[in-house]
Every structure is written in C-alpha cells, then in structure tokens.
Nanobody, 120 residues
C-alpha cells in the first residue's frame, strides 16, 4: 500500500508564497507522474501542475509563471512552489501520484489534502 503525506499549506496574504510538499511511501516498483490538484469552494477540482518521472511538466494556465513543480525521485517527493499568490488560489490542494505497483499495476493514489488560504 502506498501513502501520500502532504504538508506546507496555510494562510498567506496576497502576493506571498507557500511551498507544498508531498511524500510517497510504501512498496512500489516505480513512481510515475506526480501532481497537484486543487478544489476551490463550490468548484470542481482542477489540475494545477504535474511532473513525469523524467521531469516533463505541465501547468494550468492560471498558475503558469507563478507556480513551479519539482520532485526528488530519491525521496519520492513532489513539491509545489507557489509565488505571487492570489485570493483565487485559495482551496484544498491534493497531491496525486501514479504508482506502478509491485503487482505491476498502474494505480492512482491521493493525499489527504492541505488547505491553502490567500487573503486579500
């Protein structure tokens, strides 16, 4: 079984920065793509940023140029550096990881979510 543990959320003023971390632990053959989703109050979840094992990245248009995703494959950890935060970035941020398991299956795992609140 694989677990994802997130940290780094909190309350910040507009224009500020936060860094989220998500560590995957447990038995796995390979940690493939990792990413971050967010869900704002009353809205559907949206993909914020994702990164493949080889380092290819993708961002939502709304965060491109302000957020940066990175990962440390030796630690099975993904980070999201969030700069120039805006009130509309407020929401619960969820980490996801596509894991190739010991049973040779590709499974999507999710973290428990961390709250990010940006005040104006």
């Amino acid at each position: 079984q694989v677990q994802l543990v997130e940290s780094g959320g909190g309350l910040v003023q507009a224009g500020g920065s936060l860094r989220l971390s998500c560590a995957a632990s447990g038995s796995m053959k390979r940690n493939n793509a990792m990413g971050w989703y967010r869900q704002a109050p009353g809205k559907q979840p949206e993909l914020v940023a994702a990164m493949t094992h080889d380092g290819n990245t993708g961002y939502a248009d709304s965060v491109n140029g302000r957020f940066a995703i990175s990962r440390d494959n030796t630690k099975n950890t993904v980070y999201l550096q969030m700069n120039s935060l805006r009130p509309e970035d407020t929401g619960i941020y969820y980490c996801s990881a596509n894991i190739f398991t010991l049973a040779q299956e590709s499974v999507e795992y999710w973290g428990q979510g961390t709250q990010v609140t940006v005040s104006s």
